[in-house]
């Protein structure tokens, strides 16, 4: 069936390094690709997305990469601040997302 | 204001109940969809619908049922079928495929 990987599961960095997630996806009609935060006991948020025809897009601190040949899609976050520090959610799909298992980071001041 | 309003926040339910899961949206999104989220864990798809009076199984659909009279409104039964409902249940809505989905703010589900 359908499915999502997200690595690493847990990550630490000190405040100002640059943390990265990977996604990898199993649908090759899978068309659109968006990331999500989420802080405890809240609701995930969109933070960034990307559609099959772009590779890369960049939001101020936030990027995400990807590559269809590969399946494979990042997000990439520069100058970490302790505010940054939540459970961050990959997705890919087209009328239905599939998401991965989260990836909880830990910025570190 | 316009958003996606899930109701109530805490919901416990004895063995045997069927309890239902309150969504409503004021977005005119045309899909809506249930998600469940255990601790420590991802979003699995519960049900999904594209449009009013229609709806499809998710990947977890098992001891769960939905209905979709009204475009604004996608309510989530968790029946006595359903073993171990005790998780965190989002709903979510979005206008077309090419834009991530609006989620609510959840109900957190427990058994008692």
């Known amino acids: 069936g359908e499915n999502v990987e997200q690595h690493p599961s847990t990550l630490s960095v000190q405040e100002g390094d640059s943390a990265v997630i990977k996604c990898t996806y199993s649908?090759?009609?899978?068309?659109?690709f968006p990331w999500y935060k989420q802080e405890l006991g809240k609701r995930p948020q969109l933070i960034i997305d990307?559609?099959?025809?772009?590779g890369e897009k960049k939001d101020q601190r936030i990027a995400v990469t990807l590559n269809k040949t590969a399946k494979h899609f990042s997000l990439h976050i520069t100058e970490t601040q302790p505010e940054d520090s939540a459970v961050y959610f990959c997705a890919a799909g087209t009328y239905k997302y599939i998401f991965g298992t989260g990836t909880r980071l830990k910025v570190l001041a | 204001d316009g958003g996606i309003t899930q109701s109530p926040k805490y919901l416990f339910r004895k063995e045997g109940q069927n309890v239902t899961l309150s969504c409503e949206q004021n977005?005119?999104?045309?899909?809506m969809y249930w998600y469940r989220q255990d601790p420590g864990q991802g979003l699995r798809l519960i049900y999904y619908s594209q449009i009013v009076n229609d709806f499809q199984k998710g990947d977890i659909a098992e001891g769960y049922s939905v209905s979709r009279e009204k475009k604004e409104s996608f309510p989530l039964t968790v029946t006595s079928a359903q073993k171990n409902p005790t998780a965190f249940y989002l709903c979510?809505?979005?206008?077309?495929?090419?834009?991530?989905?609006?989620f609510g703010s959840g109900t957190r589900l427990t058994v008692v």
């Open positions: 649908d090759s009609a899978s068309n659109y």
């Open positions: 990307i559609r099959s025809n772009v």
């Open positions: 977005l005119n999104h045309d899909a």
């Open positions: 979510a809505s979005r206008t077309d495929i090419n834009y991530g989905y609006t």
